[in-house]
């Protein structure tokens, strides 16, 4: 199982470069998987229904099954946010893992830069970025792909990405 990241200021095009990778690599026979990091209070559950009832009521995990899906919620009522590397622990095996967000992270990281954003490269002071996909010309000794060019894109993910094992020592490493 391999993990690379994509990092990227808001509106810079992660999630829309993301879904257009995900079909790509399934096409190629590649299982992925997405952890994505939210910076604010979110919630997969409906309000109301059995499920939501039951964490409100204080329960520490509600497991929610169909014969389509199932969804684990986990509250942390005022628990430490998990770090990476013990979230890709509770993946399932996969191919390939994208993390979108986590930036504080040492993995590596595929910077998503969009012009008319008008925001500054992530790139000269994040270590872990090691490609950038845009849609400008950059100069830079990484290497660069235009947003559009999906195959481009999933070549230099799929290049960067580093086997799980290795992300996980690298963010002990840090603590």
Excluded: C, Y
């Amino acid at each position: 199982m391999k993990v690379i990241g994509l990092a990227g200021w808001s509106g810079a095009g992660k999630t829309t470069l993301l879904t257009r990778l995900i079909p790509h690599f399934n096409a190629q026979g590649l299982r992925v998987s997405v952890i994505k990091h939210a910076h604010h209070q979110f919630d997969v559950d409906v309000p109301g229904k059995d499920s939501w009832r039951h964490r409100e009521a204080g329960a520490a995990e509600v497991l929610v099954a169909s014969s389509n899906r199932w969804a684990l919620m986990h509250e942390l009522r005022g628990a430490e946010e998990p770090r990476l590397p013990e979230l890709l622990g509770k993946l399932s095996s996969v191919d390939l893992v994208v993390v979108e967000g986590f930036k504080r992270e040492p993995h590596r990281k595929i910077e998503v830069h969009r012009a008319a954003n008008g925001k500054p490269l992530l790139f000269p002071d994040d270590p872990g970025i090691v490609g950038i996909a845009t849609d400008i010309a950059i100069e830079t000794r990484l290497p660069t792909v235009h947003l559009d060019d999906i195959e481009a894109a999933a070549a230099l993910l799929l290049r960067a990405a580093m086997p799980v094992e290795e992300a996980v020592a690298k963010s002990a490493a840090i603590r």
